[in-house]
């Protein structure tokens, strides 16, 4: 099983809808959560990170259920300048060694914000 | 503060040539890292460093070699290039640790033929 996994869509929404994106992660024992999102061609930027009691930064919010392992991002009234690669991060140890902790991303999310 | 730069930005190389790409942070940044980014593939993890003097191997080492001999720069070199080695390559940096906030470069995007 991959370690993190999303849906790479494209999700083609219309502008002023809410999407919501899930992302799953294989290991129980991840403590940091994030999303990232990727313009094209550049390099990706935090979003937000995710706490376990869910979060909100205006239009968007972020949930952790660390019993099913998987993370959401909602984000509501959606606006063109939306559109972009959503990357789902969490930690990982760096090797069986006991390694730094380090960052496990996903492959991304796709979305398009239609006018 | 500039952040995190490198440079360049482009590059092509003959398979068997070997370089260097370029990473520097001033925000005193402990953890840097080099990633790459492959279509379908997502971010990997090549080679990571906790601080000058330390570093450590990621997922996708192999072909690869780095360096930290100061706390700002965190040179990435590829020591025979080969095809396969054609990607997109992110440095980034972050406060402490490799699960805090990462700060990304803008990219060096390479091609071997």
């Known amino acids: 099983r991959k370690e993190v996994e999303q849906d790479p869509g494209p999700f083609n929404v219309p502008e002023g809808a809410t999407v919501a994106f899930n992302c799953t992660y294989s290991?129980?024992?991840?403590?940091?959560f994030f999303w990232y999102r990727q313009d094209c061609r550049k390099e990706p930027k935090l979003l937000m990170s995710?706490?376990?009691s869910g979060n909100e930064d205006g239009r968007f919010t972020a949930q952790l259920n660390r019993a099913s392992q998987y993370i959401s991002l909602l984000i509501r009234d959606s606006k063109l300048s939306d559109s972009a690669t959503y990357l789902c991060?969490?930690?990982?140890?760096?090797?069986?060694?006991?390694?730094?902790?380090?960052?496990?991303f996903g492959k991304g999310t796709h979305l398009i914000i239609q006018p | 503060n500039a952040g995190v730069t490198q440079t360049p930005k482009f590059q092509v190389l003959k398979t068997g040539q070997s370089m260097t790409l370029q990473c520097a942070q001033d925000?005193?940044?402990?953890?840097m890292s080099w990633y790459r980014q492959d279509p379908g593939m997502g971010l990997r993890l090549i080679h990571y460093?906790?601080?000058?003097?330390?570093?450590d191997q990621g997922e996708v080492p192999n072909g690869y070699n780095v360096s930290r001999s100061t706390t700002e720069d965190f040179p990435l070199r590829l020591l025979s290039a080969a095809p396969s080695q054609t990607s997109v390559y992110f440095c980034?940096?972050?406060?402490?640790?490799?699960?805090?906030?990462?700060?990304f470069g803008p990219g060096t995007r390479l091609t071997v033929l």
């Open positions: 991060v969490v930690n990982t140890r760096q090797n069986s060694g006991g390694g730094a902790d380090g960052l496990t």
């Open positions: 460093s906790v601080g000058a003097g330390i570093t």
């Open positions: 995710v706490y376990s």
């Open positions: 980034a940096s972050s406060l402490w640790t490799g699960d805090n906030e990462q700060f």
């Open positions: 290991n129980s024992a991840s403590q940091s």
């Open positions: 925000m005193n940044h402990e953890y």
